[in-house]
């Protein structure tokens, strides 16, 4: 069974249980998403009417993150295999690249955070639907001590 799998934060092999989980071929990929470099809304309030403005990555992350991904393919390479990389919305990414390699699971670490589960999600919902066959979704949450999943929804509770 070919897999792909795609790398967020968690840009390690020795301990990543992806790559464990017993796929023969495995192709893995990380993508620079644009709108992680673009200004958007905080949901926090200026004061003024407005809302504060932020960006995800600023360049002492990028210049880190380059540095982490450069070691990644190196890592890979040096066990046999490669790092497809890409630039662009994963939602678009993700599901193009799936049918072009024939794969029959995409793999990915879920990461905490509003704009995270939120994509998360969507590409689950693309890949089970969108895919000319059958692709199989697997995610696990290895960056956090409790699963997104089981922290509490309502907006109640946090207050």
């Given at each position: 069974?070919?897999?792909?799998?795609?790398?967020?934060r968690?840009?390690?092999?020795?301990?990543?249980?992806?790559?464990?989980?017993?796929?023969?071929?495995?192709y893995?990929?990380?993508?620079?998403?644009?709108?992680?470099?673009?200004p958007?809304?905080?949901?926090?309030?200026?004061?003024?009417?407005?809302?504060l403005?932020?960006?995800?990555?600023?360049?002492?992350?990028?210049?880190?993150?380059?540095?982490a991904?450069?070691?990644?393919?190196?890592?890979?390479?040096?066990?046999?295999?490669?790092?497809?990389?890409?630039?662009?919305?994963?939602?678009e990414?993700?599901?193009?690249?799936?049918?072009e390699l024939?794969?029959k699971e995409?793999?990915?670490?879920?990461?905490?955070?509003?704009y995270?589960?939120?994509q998360?999600?969507?590409?689950k919902?693309?890949?089970?639907?969108?895919?000319?066959?059958?692709?199989?979704?697997?995610?696990?949450?290895?960056?956090?001590?409790?699963?997104?999943?089981?922290?509490p929804?309502?907006?109640?509770t946090?207050e």
């Amino acid at each position: 069974m070919a897999r792909l799998l795609w790398h967020r934060r968690d840009l390690r092999i020795h301990d990543n249980e992806l790559y464990h989980a017993g796929a023969h071929k495995v192709y893995s990929l990380f993508i620079f998403d644009p709108s992680d470099y673009s200004p958007r809304p905080t949901g926090i309030s200026d004061g003024k009417d407005g809302q504060l403005i932020s960006v995800t990555h600023g360049p002492h992350f990028t210049r880190r993150l380059l540095d982490a991904v450069h070691s990644l393919r190196r890592n890979l390479q040096s066990i046999g295999g490669n790092l497809i990389v890409r630039n662009g919305n994963p939602l678009e990414v993700i599901p193009q690249l799936a049918r072009e390699l024939q794969v029959k699971e995409v793999a990915w670490s879920e990461v905490p955070g509003y704009y995270e589960c939120s994509q998360s999600e969507k590409l689950k919902k693309m890949l089970l639907r969108e895919v000319p066959y059958r692709c199989n979704v697997y995610t696990t949450c290895s960056l956090t001590l409790v699963h997104p999943n089981d922290l509490p929804k309502d907006q109640f509770t946090w207050e």
